[in-house]
């Protein structure tokens, strides 16, 4: 019986996120997969070996890439716009990998598939971003947004993100625990057959693995810098 | 030079709105119709007579039908779902007009597109409602959805509802004054040909008008019930 909701999207956050909702919560989530236009959507398969390896039968991808056009001023989404590397990421007030309101959008729509379930909780992956910040990822966002749901007197939604304080290593460390096989996720944003290794995300996962103290099972086109 | 976004559906309440942005504030919103798999969709070509009339060169109309199965407890979207009367609408906590989450998905998508354009402000045609409330169509859900938006360091944007206080009847007026063509317009839900007279928003419609003394320029099947 569906429980809650849950965005994964294939990266390392949101498919530790699905493990620890069904092992760790004993959750049993809808999930919900969208397409919007990024560069890289590979990781879509991804999440379809996760859902079949945990038994998930209600899986929707949708793809959503009539937004993209007001979307436009991110790296994820516009061939204009260069990615930056992580250097360039950290100095930047707001990287050019965020994507406008992205997580707003997502939420919204998983609340209302909540709704129409007839069911209260939804799940997102956001994790404490260490290099640099987006405002829609933090435990700020998630109180504000859910004051807002709360006066909904039918259906008050609550959006959750369990490791909204948590460190990639830390996410890193909770999915390992739980025996995730990080072969099957994807972070890079540049989509190549294999990760680049130096876009933000591939860095940023690199070090996790790296303060963990074991080798990341994806292949990388260049290590990556610290 | 665009300085807004605002969506326009195509009913009374959301055409008023872009002729009192145009006209009363001056503003030169870029415009945003969704398509979403309601039952009627002819109001779209509405919004274009009066986008056309008013100069407005940036409209997109984006289908989202998409979202469809994640809206599917109402009866603007499903077939599973019968229409209420007015009386039924009143009677129910939350009319099955009610579209689970729209707005704040719409809003999202707006604010979103603010971001790209780099403009601040977003509209929608929220109104007071007489006979029942959609909980997304307050004051409070207006302050607190701006609370959330202020969070976003880079450009907080702000959400707009100039009739959040105004009746069916004084949106009306307001429309009135400013020579809008209600004969362009659309609010029946029902999809017939016609407007059917007998569901919610045609009864409130009906109403406003005969409170305001003047015929309405639709068609009706039925007169439809005060």
């Known amino acids: 019986m569906t429980d809650c909701v849950a965005i994964v999207s294939g990266g390392m956050d949101s498919i530790t996120l699905l493990h620890y909702l069904v092992k760790h919560l004993n959750k049993q989530p809808a999930v919900l997969t969208f397409i919007y236009g990024q560069k890289n959507s590979r990781e879509v398969t991804y999440v379809q070996h996760h859902t079949a390896a945990l038994n998930i039968s209600d899986h929707r991808i949708l793809d959503v890439g009539v937004f993209a056009p007001l979307l436009a ?3 994820l989404i516009s061939d204009d716009v260069p990615l930056p590397d992580i250097d360039e990421a950290r100095q930047q007030g707001q990287p050019s990998t965020y994507v406008p309101n992205r997580n707003m ?12 379930l007839g069911v209260q909780d939804v799940f997102y992956g956001a994790q404490k971003q260490d290099a ?6 933090t435990p700020q966002f998630l109180a504000q947004l859910n004051a807002v749901y709360a006066l909904n007197p039918q259906t008050p939604v609550r959006i959750h993100a369990p490791f909204v304080g948590y460190s990639k290593a ?3 460390r909770t999915g ?7 072969g099957q996720t994807w972070s890079c944003y540049a989509g190549g057959d294999v990760a680049c290794g130096t876009c933000p995300t591939c860095v940023e996962r690199l070090n996790a693995f790296r303060e963990v103290s074991i080798p990341d099972p994806l292949t990388y086109a260049t290590a990556g810098k610290a």
């Open 73 to 75: 001023s991110s790296a």
């Open 105 to 116: 959008i997502f939420l919204a729509l998983a609340a209302a598939y909540a709704e129409t």
């Open 132 to 137: 640099y910040s987006y405002w829609d990822t």
């Open 170 to 172: 830390d996410v890193l």
């Open 176 to 182: 390992l625990e739980l025996n995730v096989d990080y």
